[in-house]
């Protein structure tokens, strides 16, 4: 059991990364705290599928040449080359953190700007406030 699990140690760091990640979301009161979290947890879970996506022996990326409808004229053996679709759809999972993280940061300025302050905390108890202040008004 224990071979098991020291053979599969990058797993066991994937998964303290994700946790770290998940409490930094859950926990944290400040919003770029929170942020910082989801970038963790993201990159957790890519470095998990590229990890997934690796053969050990030598295996290559499949290149076959033939004519150009994907016949090859020769015989393959499957085991012999790596699965490029992992890798390509984490490249397109980067591509969408990016993006996401562009929006959080963007999103993150403006309420600065709003509320002059970060804090989920003290956002909430501003947004009380002013919808009491709201609601007595009308």
Known sequence: ML???LAKYNYWIYIVLMMIGLYAMM??????KKLIGMNIFQTSIILFFVSRGVKKGGATVPILMGDGHGHGEQLIQVADYLNPLPHVLMLTAIVVSIA???????TLILIYKRYHTLEEDE?????????AYKTLGT
């Open 100 to 106: 996401t993280t562009g929006v959080a940061l963007a």
């Open 27 to 32: 926990g944290k009161r400040n919003l770029v």
């Open 3 to 5: 071979e098991y699990i």
């Open 123 to 131: 956002i909430m108890a501003i947004r009380k406030e002013a919808s």
